[in-house]
C-alpha cells in the first residue's frame, strides 16, 4: 500500500527564497522552521503502518512466482498473477478515491487492511498445507492488491490533517525515506524468511496487515473529509478529480513530469538489467544495481527537506530535470555493473527533492475534499505509465540495442527538462 502519493489548497506560503531572474514571477517567503513531524503521535503511527506494511509486501512479493513455479506452473502463469494484480489496483484506484473523500478515511484504512490480511492469510495456509491452486492465488493476489489500492487512496488524504502546512516537506520526505528503506531491507528481509520455508514470507504478510489495521485504527485525528451539503452522483464524483487535476495548471504539470520520469526511469533501470545481463553479471551483482538504487533513493530522500528550505522550488525542479539527462547519456557507454548501479543511484538522489516539491505544493493547491481523487489521478497516471516500461525496454533493447535506448533516453530527458523550464516558474507562482 504505497502512500508516498500524499498530495491539497491553494493556503500557504511558496517554498521558494532566493529572488529569481527579472523574468520570474516574485518569490514567496519560505516555509518557517517545524518541529518533527515524528513528535506528533499520530503521524508516528501513520509512517509506522506504511513501514511495517512495506516489509511486508516487500518481504512476500517477489518469492509468489517462486511459490507458483515451485507448484509446477509455468512462468507464464506465474507471471499473470502479478499482471492481474496490479491491473486490479490500478481499476480500483480511482473508485477507490472517491468514496476515500466521501467517508472517513480511518476506517477505510483499516478496513481494507484486514481484507488483505485475510487475503495473503489464505495463501499462507494453502502453501502451508500444500494445496496451491493458481486460481486461488489469482484471486487472493488481486484482492490484496484491490485492498492496498483502497488504503493508498484513503492515505492519501491523511496528510494534511496530521500536520501543519510548514511540515509537509519534512513529512513528505520522511514518508518517502521509509519507502526507499523498505525497498532496500524488504527483498533481503523476504529471502531470509523463504529459506526458513516458503510460507513464511506469506504468514509474514499477513501479520503485516493486521498490524497496519491496528496501528491505523489507533490514529485519534479525524480524518473525515470536509464537505458542504450531500455528495453528487458516484459518476460526477469520478469525474470532478480528474476535471480538477486538468483545470489546474500546476497539476498538470505534475502528471506530465512525473509521468515522463516513471517511465523514463523504468526503461533505464531495465536497460541496465538487461545489459548486464548480456555481460554474463551474476544474479548478485545485477542485484547490486537495485541495492545502490536504493540507497541513493534513501539518501536523496533525507536530504530532500533540508534541500527544500534553502534553494528556491523552480531551480530544484529544472535542475534536477537537467542532471538526469547526462546521467542517462553515461548509461549509453557504462559496461560494467557498479557503473550502472552508481549511475541510476545518481538519479535516484535527484528525484526525491522535486517528489518533495511537486507533492508540498500539490497538497496546498487541493481542497480536503478532493485530496483522494486527485492523489489517485496522479497515481494511476505515474503507475499507468510505468507499468509499460519493463516490456517496452526490453522491445526496444531488442531492435536497436542498450546504447540506442539510453541514447533515446537522454533525448527524452532533454525534452522533459526543456518542458520543466518553460513551466516551472509559473507553475510555482500558481501553487504558492
Not at 7 to 35: C, E, N, Y
Not at 125 to 140: E, S, T
Not at 181 to 202: D, E, K, M, S
Request: glycine share 10%.
Amino acid at each position: 500500500m504505497d502512500e508516498a502519493e500524499e498530495i491539497s489548497r491553494p493556503l500557504g506560503p511558496d517554498l521558494s527564497r532566493d529572488p529569481p531572474p527579472p523574468s520570474s514571477p516574485p518569490p514567496s517567503p519560505p516555509l518557517p522552521p517545524s518541529p518533527s513531524p515524528f513528535r506528533r503521535r499520530d503521524f508516528a503511527l501513520f509512517w509506522t503502518a506504511g513501514a511495517v506494511d512495506g516489509l511486508g509486501t516487500c518481504a512476500s512479493s517477489l518469492f509468489l512466482p517462486l511459490i507458483l513455479l515451485g507448484a509446477g506452473y509455468a512462468p507464464g502463469l506465474a507471471g499473470l498473477v502479478a499482471s492481474v494484480a496490479l491491473v486490479s489496483g490500478l481499476v480500483v484506484s480511482p473508485v477507490a478515491g472517491v468514496f476515500a473523500d466521501r467517508r472517513p478515511r480511518r476506517p477505510m484504512m483499516y478496513g481494507s487492511a484486514l481484507v488483505a490480511a485475510a487475503a495473503m492469510g489464505s495463501v499462507f495456509a494453502a502453501v502451508a498445507l500444500g494445496h496451491v491452486v493458481l486460481v486461488h492465488v489469482l484471486v487472493a493476489a488481486a484482492v490484496e492488491q484491490a485492498a492496498s489500492a483502497t488504503y493508498g487512496a484513503a492515505a492519501s488524504g491523511t496528510i494534511r490533517r496530521l500536520v501543519p502546512p510548514e511540515g509537509y516537506p519534512r513529512a513528505i520526505g520522511y514518508l518517502q525515506a521509509r519507502d526507499q528503506a523498505v525497498q532496500i531491507i524488504g527483498p533481503t528481509l523476504g529471502g531470509v524468511l523463504y529459506q526458513l520455508a516458503r510460507w513464511v514470507p506469506l504468514l509474514a504478510d499477513a501479520v503485516s496487515f493486521l498490524l497496519v489495521a491496528l496501528l491505523s485504527k489507533a490514529i485519534r485525528t479525524d480524518l473525515t473529509p470536509g464537505r458542504d451539503g450531500p455528495p453528487p452522483a458516484f459518476a460526477r464524483d469520478l469525474a470532478e478529480g480528474l476535471r480538477f487535476v486538468c483545470a489546474e495548471p500546476f497539476l498538470r504539470f505534475v502528471v506530465v513530469w512525473t509521468a515522463g520520469i516513471n517511465a523514463l526511469l523504468g526503461a533505464l533501470y531495465f536497460h541496465a538489467v538487461f545489459a548486464s545481463h548480456a555481460q554474463g553479471a551474476s544474479p548478485s551483482s545485477i542485484g547490486l544495481i537495485l541495492t545502490l538504487a536504493g540507497v541513493g533513493g534513501l539518501l536523496g530522500a533525507l536530504a530532500a527537506p533540508w534541500l527544500v528550505a534553502r534553494v528556491p522550488a523552480a531551480r530544484i525542479v529544472t535542475g534536477a530535470s537537467w542532471a538526469m539527462v547526462p546521467t542517462a547519456a553515461g548509461l549509453a557507454f557504462a559496461s560494467r555493473t557498479w557503473a550502472y548501479g552508481l549511475l541510476l543511484s545518481g538519479v535516484s538522489l535527484i528525484v526525491p527533492a522535486v517528489a518533495v516539491v511537486l507533492q508540498t505544493r500539490a497538497v496546498l493547491v487541493t481542497p480536503d475534499r478532493l485530496l483522494a481523487r486527485m492523489g489517485t489521478v496522479l497515481g494511476t497516471a505515474g503507475q499507468g505509465v510505468a507499468v509499460l516500461a519493463p516490456v517496452a525496454a526490453g522491445v526496444l533493447v531488442a531492435a536497436y540495442g542498450g546504447r540506442a535506448v539510453a541514447l533515446g533516453c537522454a533525448g527524452a530527458f532533454a525534452g522533459l527538462a526543456l518542458y520543466a523550464t518553460a513551466r516551472a516558474g509559473l507553475v510555482v507562482r500558481e501553487a504558492s
